[in-house]
């Protein structure tokens, strides 16, 4: 069989590769607080609901590779646009080399539930309990308990609910980093009933344009402007 062929979909059939994109470059933390490491992780993915569990990839030539199979945990902490220049620094650089927390300006603290500590700079971190290794080829898989969820409070609102939409997060595909940006939409939003948007008869009509009218234009402005920048944030009612 040819290594390069075309289906009939005129789609080029290519050797097998690891191209699912995007992942995260997530930071991930391991041995302890006094002895700390961090090294970034793009092979990760959430496995399960209930119990919450996940996974991590590594290569056993990693420094941290012992230091997660003797303990068995880990620290999955999501990376922000902000922690881009540490996550690519902390996935070239060992930590048998060098402390990458003191270089990277990032500051370990102690986790809830694991011995392994989170970072202070990320919005949020995934304490981790290992559960089973695989060991598949180049990198041996990490199967974990998600055993606790650490949160910035500044994405949480009043209400108790997350706005991780407020932290810039990282993606990582075909070898570069993005800032995740524009929101297209909610889960299930394509099924979800639209809000009447008709006043109720107990508040007076409105003499201005409606939130939703408002925000619309606001966006058509910018969209006039020639602004690229994020999109507005929506107005709490
Ligand atoms: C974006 C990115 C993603 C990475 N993903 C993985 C991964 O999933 N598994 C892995 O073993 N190494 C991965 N690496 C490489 C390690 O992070 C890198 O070898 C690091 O220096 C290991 O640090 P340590 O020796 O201190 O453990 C990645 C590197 C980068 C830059």
Request: with cysteine; net charge positive; proline share 8%.
């Amino acid at each position: 069989m040819e290594e390069r062929e075309q289906t009939q979909q005129n789609k080029l059939v290519w050797n097998p590769g690891t191209l699912l994109s995007p992942v995260p470059p997530a930071l991930v933390t391991c041995g302890t607080l006094e002895h700390p490491n961090v090294l970034t992780i793009a092979w990760t993915g959430i496995v399960n609901t209930i119990p919450p569990m996940t996974y991590i990839s590594v290569r056993p030539q990693r420094h941290s590779y012992p230091l997660i199979r003797q303990s068995g945990e880990f620290v999955i902490n999501l990376t922000t646009a902000q922690l881009v220049p540490a996550a690519d620094y902390c996935g070239v650089r060992s930590g048998a080399k060098e402390n990458k927390f003191e270089r990277c300006q990032l500051t370990p603290v102690r986790a809830a539930k694991v011995q392994a500590p989170l970072l202070a700079e990320s919005p949020l971190s995934l304490e981790c309990k290992v559960r089973q290794v695989l060991e598949l080829g180049s990198h041996h898989l990490f199967l974990a308990e998600i055993v606790a969820v650490d949160v910035s409070p500044q994405l949480v609102d009043q209400q108790g609910k997350l706005h991780l939409e407020r932290a810039h997060l990282a993606a990582f595909a075909h070898g570069e980093y993005f800032e995740l940006g524009r929101s297209l939409g909610t889960f299930g939003y394509t099924v979800r009933k639209k809000k009447d948007p008709r006043p109720r008869r107990d508040t007076p009509p409105s003499k201005g344009p409606s939130a939703v009218t408002a925000g619309k234009g606001k966006m058509t402005q910018q969209r006039r402007k020639g602004q690229t920048g994020r999109p507005l944030q929506r107005k709490k009612k």
